[in-house]
Nanobody, 120 residues
Framework: QAQLEESGGGLVRAGGSLSLSCAAS????????TGWFRQAPGKEREFVAA????????EYVDSVKGRFTISRDRATNMAYLRMNSLKPEDTAVYYC?????????????WGQGTQVTVSS
């Protein structure tokens, strides 16, 4: 059974850093594209970043470019989101998600989410 589990959220001051981790398990998870999404209170969930299973393809939403770094460790089947220069507007529940192929439009596996709070 496919499963994603996030960890690493917390409270940080503006300008600080946090790292999120996502552990994937299940058949074929070694080859999943992994994405990070976030949802702030009263707002729709938005895409943040994605990395292909090989790490050769990476994509970011414009608002986090230059501040966030997504990565993947194929040996451990983990994905990471390093968040630097955090802003109060980055406050949200962050979700790890996965899909079987980079070209698929829909993410089919989702974690439970982890809260990131950035104080001003």
């Amino acid at each position: 059974q496919a499963q994603l589990e996030e960890s690493g959220g917390g409270l940080v001051r503006a300008g600080g850093s946090l790292s999120l981790s996502c552990a994937a398990s299940g058949r074929g998870s070694d080859y999943w594209t992994t994405g990070w999404f976030r949802q702030a209170p009263g707002k729709e969930r938005e895409f943040v970043a994605a990395v292909s299973w090989s790490g050769s393809r990476i994509e970011y939403v414009d608002s986090v470019k230059g501040r966030f770094t997504i990565s993947r460790d194929r040996a451990t089947n983990m994905a990471y989101l390093r968040m630097n220069s955090l802003k109060p507007e980055d406050t949200a529940v962050y979700y790890c998600a996965a899909k079987q192929d980079w070209s698929n439009s829909q993410y089919v596996y989702w974690g439970q989410g982890t809260q990131v709070t950035v104080s001003s």
